[in-house]
């Protein structure tokens, strides 16, 4: 009898996160919702049971809080021995979105750098947001990983999908020795990545993103998925045994995007689907524009 596989996706009660789990259930893989909300966790559940599908379940996390890790970490451990798949999926955008003005300019399209002195009415940006941003999708990304790679090692055909965005494109930086830096994963150490992190945030509270090249709209979303691409590209070269590999689903219609976007969750949700289902002969450390390998950096940076 061929054993079954397990799948663990973050921030799995709505959206892109919800119909991940939908559709790895749907090829008869046993899921595991997360959510840091823990009724709006089991309610997605029974909203997948009720429409036939048995074998996804429930389990609290927070990724930024080590002991909810842990906890995850041993429940899989003690219920199902290995771990064949993680989708880091869980993320925050940094902002605050002033509806009306930001549905009727757009939506994201209008965030861009040469408008940003024109963005006052449409979004904020605090630090304290910021800062959130960075400690959710990049450093809890991380830590999720880091707790459940062991686990992951003892599945036959392990695979990691870290859900991005065509946000961190390196374009983005106007740091031309950063991107140099970023791109070169032969030298690039996760300890670099960090203090590129840090150096952003330093900027970004003392309001000298212009001068020191950094994004100026979306900025800590958009520093926290470049972040989030180099990691995946270094845990690709760390672990070759794992297929490692990260996914932007496209400009999608969910909570995060104020109900715009281009493209419903269902659609968005096949990228992240499909990498996590590679055959074993698959890429590790790409990047996945939707279905289809893009590079990490592009001479124009369009938001699809």
Not at 91 to 113: M, N, P
């Amino acid at each position: 009898m061929e054993e079954k596989r397990c799948a663990v996706v973050t921030g799995g009660n709505k959206g892109i996160g919800f119909e991940i789990c939908r559709q790895l259930a749907l090829t008869g893989i046993e899921v595991i919702l997360t959510s840091r909300n823990e009724s709006r966790g089991v309610e997605a559940v029974e909203k997948l049971k009720s429409s036939g599908l048995s074998n996804v379940i429930f389990h609290q996390l927070d990724i930024t809080d080590s002991s909810s890790i842990a906890r995850l970490a041993k429940f899989i451990e003690t219920h199902f021995r290995k771990l064949d798949i993680l989708i880091n999926n869980a993320a925050e955008s940094g902002i605050i979105i002033h509806e009306e003005e930001f549905r009727a300019g757009g939506g994201f399209v209008q965030l861009t750098d040469e408008r940003a002195e024109l963005l006052t009415n449409v979004i904020d940006e605090p630090y304290e947001l910021g800062e959130q941003c960075l400690h959710i999708n990049y450093y809890g990304t991380k830590a999720v990983t880091e707790a459940l790679i062991p686990i992951l090692q003892l599945s036959k055909s392990p695979r990691i999908v870290n859900v991005s965005s065509t946000g961190g494109d390196l374009i983005v930086l106007n740091d031309e020795k950063m991107r140099h830096e970023l791109q070169d994963i032969e030298k690039l150490t996760e300890e670099r990545i960090d203090e590129i992190v840090q150096s952003f945030l330093k900027d970004f509270k003392n309001a000298k993103l212009k001068e020191n090249g950094w994004p100026l709209t979306i900025s800590a979303y958009k520093v926290s998925k470049i972040a989030v691409n180099a990691y995946t590209r270094l845990l690709a070269r760390r672990f070759k045994s794992i297929i490692v590999n990260c996914v932007h689903p496209g400009y999608v219609v969910t909570d995060m995007t104020s109900q715009t976007g281009y493209i419903t969750a269902e659609d968005g949700a096949k990228g992240p689907v499909m990498a996590a289902l590679l055959p074993d002969d698959g890429p590790s450390g790409v990047f996945f524009n939707k279905t289809n390998i893009a590079p990490f950096f592009t001479t124009d940076w369009v938001l699809n």
